[in-house]
């Protein structure tokens, strides 16, 4: 455990940080714990003060979200591609994307293109007989989905650096990343226009499939998010009495510093998480949902800090378990569960990354449900760090380091290569600046 230097908050309590995961969790966390409830004191006002201002803010979006729904309207915000190409989303269409945080985008790719991914993802794994080799859930995470490959451990199919690769995806990823604040202070955090083509994993779930989705979870980190430098600077608004500045789309001290290790961490920094459909899938049949309201991750945050928690508890977030929204604590929440609408193959789906999301269950599903995992993350330290590993695991064809260590894919002939690659995709992984 180190200190922070007390030059950067002249008046409050320093907060202990640990740049790695303590060895004594319990310890840790009621240290933390009360030194954040005595910094917010120390600022002249109390913690259920500041949680209240949160909790007002929020429960006025659920309310809101609630009545659309009555009224029949689509939650999600939703943008045709060509508006986002040709610089034409209007004023509300942004402010209504940053009011809810996620956004389908409507003919991102055309739906051939989508349909040739698709059939092109079926070729790859058969030809290299995937399913003959394949050796079972790899993690546990998605391991709970069924016993079947739904989730693919496949990261290098022409479909998916194509898609990657391609300037329709540059266009929507910019457009993304510029809704957040990426510099102040003199300091750009990131670069909005140059994304580092995290690779990630398909989804193919097929027609007649049972599934139980998963829980409402969040990704963007667990203990480390109260317990960094970085994160609690990222933060500061929250934990000083100044909770009326927290902005969640601001990414000031979120694109450096380091993540605790966890079995499903992403080490990179995403502005938004998303994919691509490869199939049509209507709004009932198994599909994401999220939270659609950005400042709930400063009630996730505070919430641990009020009385009613125990002193070693932060409401039920550990290290090496995926970050839980839960009724028992965050029933608030869950009541603007939201679920996407009805999606066409090429529709792309996105969600700001601290956002609280779930995958419904389905019995009997309709229709196929394919997605290639495809997020914006920008050019920052942190994604630039990963890069060099993204570009070994693809010079080898082996799994990323962020995933299970299953490497089906190195003895594949067909898998996307070095000569495949264009200008995007060698900036995406550091190859050219
Ligand atoms: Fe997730």
Redesign the pocket.
């Known amino acids: 455990m180190t200190r922070t230097s007390p030059a950067s908050s002249t008046a409050l309590p320093s907060l202990p940080h640990w740049e790695a995961i303590p060895d004594d969790l319990p310890a840790a966390i009621r240290t933390i714990k009360h030194t954040l409830q005595r910094r917010i004191a120390a600022s002249g006002r109390t913690v259920e003060e500041v949680f209240a201002v949160i909790e007002a803010r929020v429960r006025a979006e659920v309310a809101d979200i609630a009545a659309a729904k009555a009224r029949g309207e689509t939650v999600w915000p939703v943008i045709e591609y060509t508006d986002i190409a040709a610089g034409s989303v209007s004023a509300e269409q942004l402010a209504y994307l940053h009011r809810r945080g996620c956004l389908v985008v409507r003919g991102h790719f055309d739906r051939d293109t989508a349909a040739a991914w698709d059939r092109d993802i079926v070729d790859y794994v058969d030809s290299n007989r995937f399913f003959e080799k394949y050796r079972g859930p790899g993690d546990d995470f998605f391991g709970s989905v069924g016993s079947k490959p739904e989730i693919y451990p496949i990261y290098w199919s022409q479909a998916q650096m194509q898609a990657r690769q391609s300037d329709r995806m540059a266009t929507v990823q910019g457009f993304l990343n510029h809704q957040w604040r990426h510099e102040s202070d003199g300091v750009q955090w990131f670069d909005p226009d140059r994304d580092s083509l995290y690779p990630d994993r398909i989804r193919r779930r097929p027609e007649g499939a049972n599934s139980n989705g998963?829980g409402t979870?969040?990704?963007p980190g667990t203990l480390d998010l109260w317990m960094t430098q970085a994160y609690q600077q990222a933060f500061r608004h929250l934990f000083d009495g100044t909770v009326e500045h927290y902005d969640p789309w601001d990414a000031s001290h979120r694109t450096a510093g380091p993540q605790y290790p966890g079995s499903t961490m992403c080490s990179t920094f995403r502005t938004f998480?998303g994919w691509t459909a490869l199939s049509d899938m209507d709004h009932d049949q198994g599909v994401l949902h999220t939270v659609p309201i950005p400042e709930a991750m400063g009630y996730l945050m505070l919430r641990p800090l009020l009385s009613d928690v125990a002193d070693d508890d932060m409401c039920g977030v550990t290290v090496n378990r995926?970050f839980p929204a839960s009724q028992q604590w965050h029933s608030v929440l869950l009541e603007a569960l939201t679920g996407i609408p009805d999606v066409k193959a090429g529709d792309s789906v996105w969600w700001h990354c601290d956002m609280i999301?779930s995958v419904a269950p389905v019995r009997d599903q309709k229709g196929w449900g394919n997605v290639m995992y495809i997020p914006a993350a920008p050019w920052c330290p942190r994604n630039e760090a990963y890069a060099a590993s993204v570009r070994k695991a693809f010079i080898t064809g082996s799994s990323p380091s962020d995933f299970p260590d299953e490497d089906y894919e190195r003895s594949w002939p067909n898998r996307f290569q070095l000569d495949d690659l264009n200008a995007v995709g060698r900036r995406g992984l550091g190859i050219d600046d």
């Open positions: 998963l979870h969040l990704d998480q995926v999301h």
